[in-house]
């Protein structure tokens, strides 16, 4: 394992790599389609990558909802490199951004397991959310910054 570098794709193989890893942890275990893992939002949201040389292994995208208000959505890591501080060092990235640009609160909709991630990142359960594909129960929750 390489130093990770997070930063924000920008070439289109770059972008190539981001949106098929999203697909692959976040959809095809449920065999959902390659092009699921992409929404309306794409163009207006902040995308982060983290990078283990040129392999990108995590993901995570920052979408305003209001001035004040982001949401983080299609946070993910490979498998290989969870429990290794990449999807804190993503976190943190995207925290970073959301201040530098009058943010002061996001939420996001958090899988089960994940639960516990976000909260060691000072973020609050709030309530039960929705089920994604009949089977992944989500809960929100939130941080101000």
Known sequence: MHAIHITSPSTEEEFKQYY???WKLLRAPWNEPEGSEKDDAEADSFHVIAKDGEQIIGVARLQNITPQQAQVRYMAVNDDYQGHGVGRQIMHHVEAHARKNGISEI?????????PFYE??????????????????????????
């Open 20 to 22: 098929h890893l999203r």
């Open 120 to 145: 060691k990142l000072g973020y609050q359960h709030i309530e039960k959310s929705y089920l994604l594909f009949n089977c992944i129960q989500h809960y929100k929750m939130n941080k101000v910054l």
């Open 107 to 115: 939420f996001l909709h958090a899988r089960e397991p994940a639960i």
